[in-house]
């Protein structure tokens, strides 16, 4: 068993890890927290003392980790508690998304759901890498909305001279494990850029954690809409719309009947898949999904030299570019990237015309892509449904 001087360091090492977001994370399991009896903190206490006592819950937490942080993922299922969000005054709660997450404890260790009631937020929204097992839950995609305007040239507000760049331009932006979004829309409200222009990604929803579910809901951008960044997630029913690389980065996740539509001027890329090595064990599956919108699309570009997405039983519109990929103008990245079709349907499906490598997959080739077990999904999955 560690020393607590050991724990103490570990702990250290995680939360740098988990709140830099240039670290690249390959596919891993999850944190296994032990059953939490809540973490209420005395009205009495100093902020010293309520900071050193939840360093001291966390250090216990990952103690209990069997000396590693890439346990079994274990969901925690029932809310301890709820908070409401109302855009109008006078009902109670709380009257923006923000702040009903920065009442949560620095180190949120239970589940909470966060129910927004329908209505437009014009706000940005944060949520810590500590701040883990919270629901948001929303009146209905149609319904309930948070949209924002940034891009990339926006300037930073904390750094003078500097812009925000893609990762800083997220209208929501999770960083924490085990989140879960439902009924919700989440919207950069910045235009479709006109081709060639520069700075111009505008990300709806940033995802920068492991084990992550996202069931009915909306993501509406241009230029790299779902910035799907980090970790283990789960797209249930969702739609998501925009022009170029408007699905992109470096998770592992699972699109399972969503609705993907693009609305490019001229030409535009449905995927921007990130992985960088081999031993990365990261991609994009679409699986029961249909592909539709404006423009000419390529199903992905090779962002990264190991890309990987596959399409299985996806019905593709007739705006499919027949080459369906792009090697992101380097020949090298054929012989390493992994891009596969699995039985699609549709106009755009034809594999008659698609590069030479790409693949036709093979019932055997194709069974590690369609399931939840793609994404380990029996271990924090399967019982939330």
Known sequence: MMSNMNFILYVLVLVLVVQNPSVTECHTKGIRPKPSRGIGISTNMTQVEESEQQFMKWVKFVGGLKHTVFGTAKNKLFPSYTLNVYKQSGKGGFSSIQAAIDSLPFINLVRVVIKVHAGVYTEKVNIPALKAFITIEGAGADKTIVQWGDTAQTPNPAAKGQTLGTYGSATFAVNSPYFIAKNMTFKNTAPVPAPGAVGKQAVALRISADTAIFVGCK???????????????????????????????????????????????????????????????????????????????????????????????????????????????????????????????????????????????????????????????????????
């Open 219 to 385: 993501f509406l951008g241009a230029q790299d809409t779902l910035y799907d960044h980090l970790g283990r997630h789960y797209y249930k029913d969702c739609y998501i719309e925009g022009s170029v690389d408007f699905i992109f980065g470096n998770a592992l996740s699972l699109f399972e009947g969503c609705h993907v539509h693009a609305i490019a001027i001229n030409t535009g890329a449905l995927t921007a898949q990130g992985r960088s090595s081999l031993l990365e064990d990261t991609g994009f599956s679409f699986v029961h999904c249909k592909v539709t919108g404006s423009g000419a699309l390529y199903l992905g570009r090779a962002w990264g030299p190991f890309s990987r997405v596959v399409f299985a039983y996806t019905y593709m519109d007739n705006i499919i570019i027949p080459k369906g990929w792009y090697n992101w103008g380097d020949p090298n990245r054929e012989m390493t990237v992994f891009y596969g079709q699995y039985k699609c349907t549709g106009p755009g499906a034809s594999y008659a015309g698609r590069v030479s490598w790409s693949r036709e997959l093979t019932d055997e080739e194709a069974k590690p892509f369609i399931s939840l077990s793609y994404i380990d999904g029996s271990e924090w999955i399967n019982s939330f449904f």
